[in-house]
Structures are given as structure tokens and as C-alpha cells.
Nanobody, 128 residues
Framework: QVQLVESGGGLVQAGGSLRLSCAAAGRTFSSYGMAWFRQAPGKEREFVAAINWSGAGTFYPDSVKGRFTISRDNAKNTVYLRMNSLKPEDTGVYYC?????????????????????WGQGTQVTVAS
């Protein structure tokens, strides 16, 4: 069992930056693949980034590639999402999620069914 708590969301101007954090409670955090999803009002949940158990492998959709960076610190049981050059379309609730699979293939990472545990989410609002 893994409990996930996100933090770091807020209101930022377009072009600005934010760093989200996700603190995990559980002894086996370092064995989990981790990811971030987001959901805007009236839209489906959207994949944002994934990272494998060691942090050596990451995957992003084209919509955020080059602007967002996912990382993890297994000693601190924490995963991060650094977001630069934010756009109004990045607005939404950002969710941290964990998969018992230590890594995912590019075809699998964006599938929310891959993930077993979800946080409550943190709101990110990007003003134009």
C-alpha cells in the first residue's frame, strides 16, 4: 500500500514555473514506477510524465516535452515535477500516481489503468 500526497500547486503567470512534489508513504516506494497526470475541467485525465523505479528512465508526451521534468529521490520517498514555460492550457488538477510495475513501456505509460495508487491532486492555474 502506498499513500501519496501532492503539494506545490498554485497560481502562476504564463511563462512561469512551478515545482510539484509528491510525498509517498510506504516501504517499497523505490520499487514503484511513478507518474503525473492532470485533469482540466470537463476534460479527461491526461498523462504528463512517467519515471521508472531508479529515475534513469523518463517519458513525456509531446505536449510537455522540453518544458516539464520528472525526477525522484528514493531516499526521501518523493517524486517531483518541474514545470517551466507554463501555458494556460497546462491548467488543471495534477495527480501523482504509483504503479507496482517498476517501469513502463512508451505505449503503456500514458494508460491510467497502469497505475495502482493515486493522490488527491493539487491545483495548478496558469493565468494568461
Amino acid at each position: 500500500q502506498v499513500q501519496l500526497v501532492e503539494s506545490g500547486g498554485g497560481l502562476v503567470q504564463a511563462g512561469g514555473s512551478l515545482r510539484l512534489s509528491c510525498a509517498a508513504a510506504g516501504r517499497t516506494f523505490s520499487s514503484y514506477g511513478m507518474a503525473w497526470f492532470r485533469q482540466a475541467p470537463g476534460k479527461e485525465r491526461e498523462f504528463v510524465a512517467a519515471i521508472n523505479w531508479s529515475g534513469a528512465g523518463t517519458f513525456y508526451p509531446d505536449s510537455v516535452k522540453g518544458r516539464f521534468t520528472i525526477s525522484r529521490d528514493n531516499a526521501k520517498n518523493t517524486v517531483y515535477l518541474r514545470m517551466n514555460s507554463l501555458k494556460p492550457e497546462d491548467t488543471g488538477v495534477y495527480y501523482c500516481t504509483a504503479s507496482r510495475a517498476p517501469s513502463c513501456r512508451a505505449t503503456d505509460c500514458p494508460n491510467y489503468r497502469m497505475y495502482d495508487y493515486w493522490g488527491q491532486g493539487t491545483q495548478v492555474t496558469v493565468a494568461s
